[in-house]
């Protein structure tokens, strides 16, 4: 990677962790061979496999158009009715249990994440009706309310938070996300891990391949809801001295129970009293943004012209 | 002149690398992908293009800004979040990025390109430049407004014109 450009202009710090994290965003290698082989079709349609550039006639490419949007529905729907019935055990079992979690109404398990050779961070996640909570490590929590776009922060010793609206943060913590997600983009599930037994019951495994990252799956055979998962892979991570290095982190995801008594005022995301709470919106501010979009395409104008 | 595959397998991954970062989505990278490169294939009887990963990038820039443009009203499909199961040690960083993607739509097209280039592709100040057939100036011109626009709309922290510390390093 090159020199990063965010000290030599100035980015503040927050803007410059951001970009930072979006100019080292892992590219999809599945993708990038899906934009390979269209762009290929160019020449192809033209009858000219291995045409010179300057011997090609341009063509209209087979536009993707934006059916993904459109039949997103209909695809979701065919894979729920057809692959079920139709797919191998193994890559049905991933529908079955992105399925059967969306019947799953409470749910609590351990998230544990090892990053290098650093400690476990073991994170509990609960779940109710779609809003999900997470106790971090260092005694902060998270709450998540999809419906309501709140993502809460609380930090109990100092008694301080944030409020986050129009969060639309979805990944992360919630188990069924994850393996909705896992349905939609799995690439290849292989039946290559062994069963296992957890808390003296035996459970089916499997691994789903999505996009060159692997995750180790077992499940109740039963009721399809998963025992068990792991993942692990590759990720750039910037230390003290502001070097970059590549660590192995590990996840492991387990102590699942799905459907049990949970206290629902713990899954409140409104902000309990007695904290001093940021509030910081996230959404759409759109008459504002709108207002500030126009002010700088005025202002850029004018820098812009000539003897200004 | 490099043969059309060959073309395509240079720089496939860059291009879709750009639009991916300016959109933060697979699906729209790839149709910007496409996009750029039919560009290309279109430009190339012409015989005007010389240099073709310069050509790509900025077409790829462009059309994910204007990506990004379009969607403004949108909340971004949830079902485009990466995969990646960690539980909320990123939650942060990845919100803010998120919030970066939708504030970028709203920036003015040049300015947007500008620090997308500047900042995401890690380019030169006169890379751009020549990128964009404009000045070494108007790229400090349109990366002082975008950096000050992003700031002030995320943090919400009005930044003084005094601030233009790039603009003495031409």
Not at chain 2, 93 to 111: D, H, I, M, S, T
Request: net charge positive; charged share 30%; hydrophobic share 40%.
């Amino acid at each position: 990677m090159k020199a990063s450009r965010e000290s030599e202009f100035h980015l503040s710090s927050p803007l410059a962790e951001a970009v930072h994290l979006i100019a080292n965003a892992p590219l999809d290698a599945a993708a990038v061979e899906r934009v390979r082989q269209r762009a290929r079709r160019f020449s192809e349609s033209a009858g000219a496999p291995s045409a010179r550039l300057g011997e090609v006639s341009a063509i209209k490419p087979v536009r993707r158009v934006k059916a993904w949007r459109a039949g997103l529905a209909a695809a979701a729907l065919l894979l729920a009715v057809v692959g079920i019935v139709f797919m191998t055990g193994e890559a049905a079992a991933v529908a079955q249990v992105a399925k059967a979690l969306r019947q799953v109404r409470s749910a609590t398990y351990v998230v544990t994440q090892r990053v290098g050779d650093q400690a476990d961070e073991i994170t509990k996640i609960s779940l109710l009706d779609g809003v999900s909570r997470a106790e971090r490590p260092d005694g902060s929590v998270f709450i998540f309310d999809p419906k309501r776009k709140r993502l809460l922060r609380l930090n109990p010793a100092a008694k301080t938070g944030t409020l986050s609206e129009g969060a639309t943060l979805k990944d992360g913590f919630d188990v069924a996300n994850f393996f909705s997600d896992l349905n939609k983009h799995v690439t290849k599930v292989e039946p290559l891990v062994d069963d296992r037994e957890f808390d003296g019951k035996r459970a089916k495994g499997f691994i789903v391949d999505v996009t060159g990252v692997k995750y180790s799956v077992w499940i109740d055979p039963d009721s399809s809801l998963p025992v068990h998962f792991e993942s692990e892979r590759k990720q750039k991570v910037r230390g003290a001295d502001g070097r970059e290095t590549e660590v192995v982190v590990k996840e492991t995801w387990s102590g699942f129970r799905f459907n049990e008594q949970v206290d629902a005022t713990l899954f409140d995301a409104d902000p309990p009293t007695g904290y001093a709470i940021e509030v910081r919106q996230v959404g759409n501010r759109e008459k504002q943004i709108e207002e500030q979009r126009q002010r700088a395409e005025e202002e850029f104008r004018k820098a812009s012209s000539p003897g200004k | 002149m490099p043969e059309w595959d060959e073309l395509v397998d240079r720089h496939a991954r860059l291009v879709f690398g750009v639009a991916y970062r300016i959109t933060g989505s697979v699906h729209d990278a790839e149709d910007v992908a496409q996009d750029a490169f039919r560009e290309a294939f279109e430009q190339a009887p012409r015989g005007r293009v010389t240099d073709w990963g310069g050509f790509l990038r900025r077409v790829a820039a462009f059309r994910a800004i204007d990506v990004v443009r379009r969607r403004r009203s949108e909340p971004l499909d949830p079902s485009q979040h990466c995969l990646r199961p960690g539980p909320v040690a990123e939650c942060e960083a990845r919100e803010l990025a998120e919030r970066v993607r939708g504030a970028f739509g709203n920036l003015p097209r040049q300015a947007a390109t500008v620090f997308a280039l500047t900042f995401f592709e890690q380019l030169s100040r006169d890379e751009v430049a020549a990128m964009l057939s404009i000045t070494p100036q108007a790229v400090s011109v349109a990366l002082f407004h975008a950096r000050r626009r992003l700031e002030t709309v995320l943090f919400h922290k009005p930044q003084k014109d005094e601030g233009l510390c790039h603009e003495s390093k031409s």
